[in-house]
């Protein structure tokens, strides 16, 4: 029973997902047309790119890169733009969630030790919401994008083109805050202990892990089979650091399974269907951007995605609906529980309260924002 409650705390969105798909099974019985529900290819990409980078996590990458960059901030301008840009940029690459595990405890950290830990709320909300919108740029920065990429068939270059303006003015915006509102105060040095240089083996590991992350974009760009991926990147690790494999988050791959199952059964109901397609239609993007406030944008791209064909409308709805609710991502919840962690003194509920508040005034401003530049441009 207690192993129960901590599931369903930890991991609400599963649990949603998995009444929905166990409710739709008594109204459309299980089948074996509920194979043909679940997108194997996007689990096996996403699988294999977890393992990636919790194999890179583990051999301390992150860590390195991030130290060697704070070993050159003079003021802190600089030190907060670079933990800001490092969840920009990282998360294009190794997913809004990992970005955030990696880099937010490391700045708070930061912060604290170079004294400013006054700017904590104020950097840890811009490296939200510079993961969240990093990671638009490309197919394999969320799981959203890459399950709507591949439902898409979109080329891998337009769907960089179809991200492109708002991902520049998430980084303008980005940059304007941190200009604005931080001034040049002086840093104290942060203690960062000298790594001890990699050994022979790390190295090798280094390069495989390289390989094989270059391997898995190959794959979502649909080059290279995903059997072929998933299978060599498994063996691989697990023959390199089988610890690795604790470190992929596998109820997200359950939830995709179960949200693929329910949403395949409503699509058997023609009548509810018809019904949903006439809702989405023609306001994919509001739809996508309204329903991730509340349930969140990877759940909400699963469902909506069985209604609408318009993916690229979707993809842009569930990426800019990221923003907004502390749940509209789930990778933002990450930030948050990192942050209450660090600060659990006497201060903690102030501290917790203001993060909540600065979260929800910049995430409406860059929803707007977006919002806009949609309107604007029209796609």
Not at 49 to 62: D, E, H, Q, Y
Not at 126 to 144: D, F, H, K, R, Y
Not at 276 to 291: P, T
Request: glycine share 6%; charged share 15%; proline share 3%.
């Amino acid at each position: 029973m207690e192993f129960i409650k901590r599931i369903v705390k930890k991991e609400t969105v599963f649990v949603i997902s998995f009444l929905l798909a166990l409710i739709s099974s008594f109204i459309v019985l299980p089948s074996e047309k509920y194979i043909d529900y679940i997108d194997v290819r996007v689990l096996a990409i996403l699988l294999g790119l977890m393992l990636i980078m919790s194999a890179m996590k583990r051999i301390g990458i992150f860590d390195r890169i991030c130290a060697f960059l704070l070993s050159k901030i003079k003021n802190s301008r600089q030190l907060v733009f670079v933990l800001v840009m490092l969840c920009f940029f990282s998360s294009m690459l190794i997913t809004n969630d990992v970005a955030l595990v990696a880099f937010v405890p490391f700045a708070i950290y930061a912060l604290k030790t170079s004294g400013l830990k006054h700017k904590a709320v104020f950097t840890v909300v811009l490296q939200t919401i510079a993961a969240n919108l990093g990671s638009m740029l490309l197919p394999s920065g969320n799981p959203q994008n890459l399950y709507l990429y591949n439902l898409s068939e979109m080329g891998y270059v337009d769907f960089i083109l179809l991200m492109l303006p708002y991902t520049v003015l998430s980084f303008v915006l980005l940059t304007l805050l941190i200009l604005i509102f931080c001034k040049k105060e002086p840093v104290a040095k942060i203690e960062n202990k000298k790594p001890e240089p990699y050994k022979p083996s790390d190295k090798l590991k280094i390069m495989v892990y390289i390989l094989l992350f270059m391997l898995g974009i190959m794959t979502v760009c649909r080059f290279v089979p995903f059997w072929i991926f998933l299978a060599g990147t498994a063996v691989l690790i697990a023959a390199l650091d089988i610890k690795a494999f604790s470190g992929a988050d596998y109820f997200l791959l359950l939830t995709f399974t179960c949200f693929f199952i329910f949403i395949g059964n409503i699509g058997s109901i023609q009548a509810v269907r018809d019904y949903l397609q006439s809702l989405v239609n023609g306001r994919e993007v509001l739809a996508g951007a309204i329903s991730s406030q509340f349930i969140s944008n990877v759940p909400a791209a699963l469902m909506l995605s069985g209604f609408t064909k318009n993916y690229p409308a979707l993809i842009i709805g569930t990426d800019i609906g990221g923003l907004g609710t502390l749940i509209a991502s789930m990778a933002s919840l990450i930030s948050y529980k990192s942050f209450c962690v660090s600060f659990d003194g006497k201060d903690g509920k102030n501290t917790k309260g203001r993060y909540l508040l600065t979260f929800s005034y910049y995430n409406i401003v860059f929803l707007i924002c977006l919002a806009g530049l949609y309107i604007i441009i029209g796609k």
